[in-house]
Nanobody, 125 residues
Framework: QVQLVESGGGLVQAGDSLRLSCAASGRTYSADAMGWFRQAPGKEREFVAATRWSAGNTYYADSVKGRFTISKDNAKNTVYLQMNSLKPEDTAVYYC??????????????????WGQGTQVTVSS
């Protein structure tokens, strides 16, 4: 099992920045892929960004490219999501996720089998 805890959400104005953190514990050695997803009211949970503990690969949804950056600290078992130039449409609950699966695309939510509790991000106009 892998346990994930998100933090760093809050209420901000459009154009502001936030940095989310995801602390991982448990059998992290078996879950190499780490992703961020978000879910707005009335919408499906959607992919935001992903990386791997074992490599420097990064992946982003088109809607956040150039504004969001995913990074990691392997020694602390922590993944970060730096969010700049926030827009009202970024408002959502943001979830950290981990995967020990290999044959599903890293940008697809079906790959992930471990999830955090979510942290609320609200961006006002």
């Amino acid at each position: 099992q892998v346990q994930l805890v998100e933090s760093g959400g809050g209420l901000v104005q459009a154009g502001d920045s936030l940095r989310l953190s995801c602390a991982a514990s448990g059998r992290t050695y078996s879950a190499d892929a780490m992703g961020w997803f978000r879910q707005a009211p009335g919408k499906e949970r959607e992919f935001v960004a992903a990386t791997r503990w074992s490599a420097g690969n990064t992946y982003y949804a088109d809607s956040v490219k150039g504004r969001f950056t995913i990074s990691k600290d392997n020694a602390k078992n922590t993944v970060y999501l730096q969010m700049n130039s926030l827009k009202p449409e970024d408002t959502a609950v943001y979830y950290c996720a981990a995967s020990d699966r290999e044959w599903i695309l890293i940008t697809t939510k079906a790959r992930y089998n471990f999830w955090g509790q979510g942290t609320q991000v609200t961006v006002s106009s």
